[in-house]
């Protein structure tokens, strides 16, 4: 894992280059989500990516593949929240990813995935985005924030897809937890070399 330089420095340097990435014109899309996620998964005091990979979140994912509609899926799926006592950012946004992935048949795991990360991005980004309009040409007013915004949850889908789910995501909240931190890794564009 590396050396940390101190309590304080990963966190302030990850989020300050998340930051610059997103503002500065010269920045790619990609280049972007890449550092957002690198700031995400190494913040020292953050839980997000954990919840994600929760056995609840799982358990969201298999509520989605049962074939039922969407009401019934947002019913069982708040249920089993609401029993659990996990209540979390995460929670909601695979609720949501639940419902969402239900309209979706022919590929209900990547649905719930490519939502339950886009989401995810979406509201950590959200946070201070709003803060850099009239900042830079990027977001010179609140429709170029938003095209923006949306053209990053694009990407980070366009990343997933080249993420495979392993077999037995769908059963195993073991196996769940280790595609999540995949997925995580390949956001922040760090190559997994390890076994």
């Not at 593949?65 to 929670?91: C, H, M, N, W």
């Not at 980004?125 to 830079?136: A, C, K, M």
């Not at 053209?151 to 080249?162: D, P, R, T």
């Amino acid at each position: 894992m590396g050396t940390s330089i101190s309590h304080r420095s990963p966190k302030t340097l990850n989020w300050r280059a998340a930051v610059t990435s997103y503002t500065s014109e010269n920045i790619s899309l990609s280049r972007a989500v890449e550092e957002v996620w690198k700031a995400i998964k190494y913040q020292p005091d953050s839980n997000l990516v954990e919840e994600m990979g929760s056995p609840i979140v799982a358990k969201c994912l298999q509520i989605s593949l049962l074939g039922i509609s969407p009401e019934q899926a947002a019913v069982d799926v708040s249920r089993i929240i609401a029993l659990s006592g996990r209540s979390s950012i995460a929670t909601d946004i695979a609720r949501r990813a639940a419902i969402y992935s239900t309209r979706n048949p022919k590929d209900r795991i990547n649905s719930f995935v490519q939502y339950l990360f886009s989401k995810a991005f979406d509201y950590l980004v959200s946070r201070d985005l709003s803060g850099y309009i009239g900042y830079s040409k990027r977001f010179r007013n609140v429709s170029a924030s938003i095209k923006y915004k949306n053209a990053m949850q694009e990407e980070v889908k366009k990343i997933i897809i080249n993420v495979s789910p392993p077999e037995g995501v769908e059963k195993e909240a073991e196996i769940w937890s280790k595609y999540v931190d995949e997925v995580t890794l390949a956001l922040a564009g760090v190559e997994r070399n390890e076994t």
